[in-house]
Nanobody
């Protein structure tokens, strides 16, 4: 499985972006059987988990993302999205999508989000 992350860019504080993680060619059963997550890594910092949507549909978020970010699955397009609202300069980072099933994890290539005026 290859993951293609997109949707990053430059946005002003308070703005919004929607990130997408596509898995071209993935079969439905594999898409549905993975836990999907978005991580981010800011310059000079460790990668951190931002949001997860489990196979059950249960979601979980980094405390600082709660109420601002929403992770969702588009089953028809086999794409996982991260809607980010009320963005802050501290959200500036490279964002990576991740698909995990059991002990196997696959990473996307990362998409840069810059929040700056």
């Amino acid at each position: 499985v290859q993951l293609q992350a997109s949707g990053g860019g430059l946005v002003q504080p308070g703005g919004s972006l929607r990130l997408s993680c596509a898995a071209p060619g993935i079969i439905t059963s594999v898409f549905n059987s993975n836990d999907w997550s978005w991580y981010r890594q800011a310059p000079g910092k460790q990668r951190e988990l931002v949001a997860t949507i489990a196979t059950s549909g249960i979601t979980d978020y980094l405390d600082s993302a709660k109420g601002r970010f929403t992770i969702s699955k588009d089953y028809a397009r086999k794409t996982v999205r991260l809607q980010m609202n009320s963005l802050k300069p501290d959200d500036t980072a490279v964002y990576y999508c991740n698909a995990k099933r059991g002990q196997t994890a696959v990473w996307g290539q990362g998409t840069l989000v810059t929040v700056s005026s």
